[in-house]
């Protein structure tokens, strides 16, 4: 796949042709633990399948700070590349990797010995604790293979190649599923061969998207005597970096506090929570993809300097948010049910209500996330990274409060309305800004 100049031609096909392979590469990464909760539930037990949910959250921070850095890193290499700054494309790529490698191994060993100290302050039950654990700490040591499939990735989609990382993310998928079925469905291992088969598809998926880029990407190639730090491009990378991995943290510590809320009310919601915060991901990622599309578009275009084009591309970008919209409503609304019985067997009836009440709510909420998604891309785009921590962190923060005030007299259903709460004020904040932005470019 050539790299793709976004500063010409039609701005809707950019946008579709890039997002299209983005949402379904992020839909195939995020079956790697949809396919591990739905074969724990129904092989191991509900027990693992709750097990799972409550060590997801901090998974989550670890994976989303870690995109953010290297979501940072790729708007840097975009703006290169629009600009045809071809020499401090390779730079960037080079300090994102080196600087990379020493902060995923850190990572990794830091998570894997606070797992068990983490879940007691979230107050995990005993009955699933030492489960928990377990599988959390083996996640964390697969963190220097997420970063690298994320680094990778993110220097193939800033020159416009949003397929490749697709195919070796489907491929990964693919092993993550076939080996979970041998050794847990058919083998009857327990939940360490689940957190194994996850870490083997991460390792996977970095492999071969390194491999890619030295035997077709010349632009991204790194020599011997090109692996060097730029100090000057390693301030500017954590800049935009560190608020982007705050931004992007936000969400799952958001999801962290919650699952605190959750946790006291018993194996049967900590099951059904992890249910539905799986196929609300599913849900979620095509408008954040489209959201890094739009990234991408007004990156490149703002480093070619063609303002018009980043507004009528933003434009383009909201509606196909807003169409998105539409489906995934329609998608929910029917087949509420039937999704919640992917992750346990029909037995657990209470768990499917549970599940299937909250979904009811949020198939409409779904809305708010697709605006705010689109909004977040534009200004991250435009370099304007404090903007996007901003809105986010006080979407996140009035989710958490208001889960804690709603939840005790609705139980799940609060937590819905607590989102539609955090997104609505987070429109009121970044859409005005919006304008205002726009005014002053003017001026």
């Given at each position: 796949m050539a790299a793709v100049n976004m500063t010409e031609g039609n701005s809707t096909k950019h946008l579709i042709r890039y997002s299209v392979p983005l949402i379904l590469g992020n839909l195939f990464q995020l079956t790697y633990n949809a396919v591990d909760s739905m074969i724990a539930g129904r092989f191991i037990g509900k027990e693992a399948l709750a097990a799972e949910g409550t060590a997801s959250p901090v998974m989550n921070i670890i994976i989303l700070g870690i995109s953010g850095i290297c979501m940072g890193a790729s708007v840097l290499m975009s703006?290169?590349?629009?600009?045809?700054?071809?020499?401090?494309?390779?730079?960037?790529?080079?300090?994102?990797?080196?600087?990379?490698?020493?902060?995923?191994i850190l990572v990794a060993l830091v998570g894997a010995f606070a797992s068990s100290p983490l879940l007691r302050i979230l107050q995990v039950?005993?009955?699933?604790?030492?489960?928990?654990?377990?599988?959390?700490?083996?996640?964390?040591?697969?963190?220097?293979?997420?970063?690298?499939?994320?680094?990778?990735?993110?220097?193939?989609?800033?020159?416009?190649?949003?397929?490749?990382?697709?195919?070796?993310?489907?491929?990964?998928?693919?092993?993550?599923?076939?080996?979970?079925l041998i050794f847990i469905g058919?083998?009857?291992?327990?939940?360490?061969?689940?957190?194994?088969?996850?870490?083997?598809?991460?390792?996977?998926?970095?492999?071969?998207?390194?491999?890619?880029?030295?035997?077709?990407?010349?632009?991204?190639?790194?020599?011997?005597?090109?692996?060097?730090?730029?100090?000057?491009?390693?301030?500017q990378t954590l800049r935009y970096g560190s608020i982007t991995a705050l931004q992007q943290s936000c969400q799952p510590i958001g999801k962290l506090l919650i699952q605190g809320a959750i946790n006291p009310m018993g194996v049967d919601i900590i099951a059904a929570f992890n249910a539905v915060n799986r196929i609300d991901d599913y849900a979620f990622t095509p408008e954040q993809s489209i959201s890094h599309g739009i990234t991408t578009f007004v990156a490149q275009n703002r480093g070619a300097r063609k303002q018009e084009r980043i507004r009528s591309?933003?434009?383009?970008?909201?509606?196909?948010?807003?169409?998105?919209?539409?489906?995934?409503?329609?998608?929910?609304?029917?087949?509420?049910?039937?999704?919640?019985?992917?992750?346990?067997t029909e037995g657990n009836t209470a768990i499917i209500e549970l599940g299937s009440s909250y979904l009811t709510l949020m198939a409409v909420f779904y809305l708010f996330p697709a605006f705010t998604?689109?909004?977040?891309?534009?200004?991250?785009?435009?370099?304007?990274?404090?903007?996007?921590?901003?809105?986010?962190?006080?979407?996140?923060?009035?989710?958490?409060?208001?889960?804690?005030?709603?939840?005790?007299?609705?139980?799940?259903?609060?937590?819905?309305?607590s989102c539609a709460i955090g997104w609505s004020v987070m429109l009121l904040v970044e859409v005005p800004y919006y304008f205002f932005f726009w005014h002053k470019q003017k001026n």
């Amino acid at each position: 796949m050539a790299a793709v100049n976004m500063t010409e031609g039609n701005s809707t096909k950019h946008l579709i042709r890039y997002s299209v392979p983005l949402i379904l590469g992020n839909l195939f990464q995020l079956t790697y633990n949809a396919v591990d909760s739905m074969i724990a539930g129904r092989f191991i037990g509900k027990e693992a399948l709750a097990a799972e949910g409550t060590a997801s959250p901090v998974m989550n921070i670890i994976i989303l700070g870690i995109s953010g850095i290297c979501m940072g890193a790729s708007v840097l290499m975009s703006e290169f590349f629009g600009a045809k700054r071809y020499d401090e494309l390779k730079q960037e790529m080079a300090t994102t990797v080196l600087f990379g490698c020493w902060f995923s191994i850190l990572v990794a060993l830091v998570g894997a010995f606070a797992s068990s100290p983490l879940l007691r302050i979230l107050q995990v039950p005993e009955e699933i604790h030492d489960m928990a654990s377990i599988y959390l700490s083996i996640i964390f040591l697969g963190a220097p293979f997420t970063y690298f499939y994320n680094a990778i990735s993110a220097a193939l989609k800033s020159v416009g190649d949003s397929k490749t990382p697709l195919r070796f993310l489907a491929f990964s998928a693919v092993l993550n599923a076939v080996l979970d079925l041998i050794f847990i469905g058919l083998l009857g291992f327990g939940i360490v061969c689940s957190a194994m088969t996850t870490v083997i598809a991460e390792a996977a998926s970095a492999l071969l998207c390194i491999a890619y880029v030295y035997k077709k990407i010349p632009l991204l190639q790194l020599r011997r005597g090109e692996f060097q730090l730029n100090p000057a491009l390693l301030r500017q990378t954590l800049r935009y970096g560190s608020i982007t991995a705050l931004q992007q943290s936000c969400q799952p510590i958001g999801k962290l506090l919650i699952q605190g809320a959750i946790n006291p009310m018993g194996v049967d919601i900590i099951a059904a929570f992890n249910a539905v915060n799986r196929i609300d991901d599913y849900a979620f990622t095509p408008e954040q993809s489209i959201s890094h599309g739009i990234t991408t578009f007004v990156a490149q275009n703002r480093g070619a300097r063609k303002q018009e084009r980043i507004r009528s591309g933003f434009r383009q970008g909201l509606l196909l948010e807003f169409c998105y919209w539409v489906l995934i409503f329609s998608i929910i609304t029917i087949g509420k049910r039937p999704f919640m019985s992917l992750f346990v067997t029909e037995g657990n009836t209470a768990i499917i209500e549970l599940g299937s009440s909250y979904l009811t709510l949020m198939a409409v909420f779904y809305l708010f996330p697709a605006f705010t998604n689109g909004i977040q891309g534009f200004f991250r785009g435009m370099g304007k990274m404090s903007v996007t921590l901003l809105g986010t962190f006080i979407q996140t923060s009035l989710r958490v409060i208001f889960v804690y005030l709603l939840t005790p007299h609705l139980g799940m259903r609060g937590v819905a309305f607590s989102c539609a709460i955090g997104w609505s004020v987070m429109l009121l904040v970044e859409v005005p800004y919006y304008f205002f932005f726009w005014h002053k470019q003017k001026n």
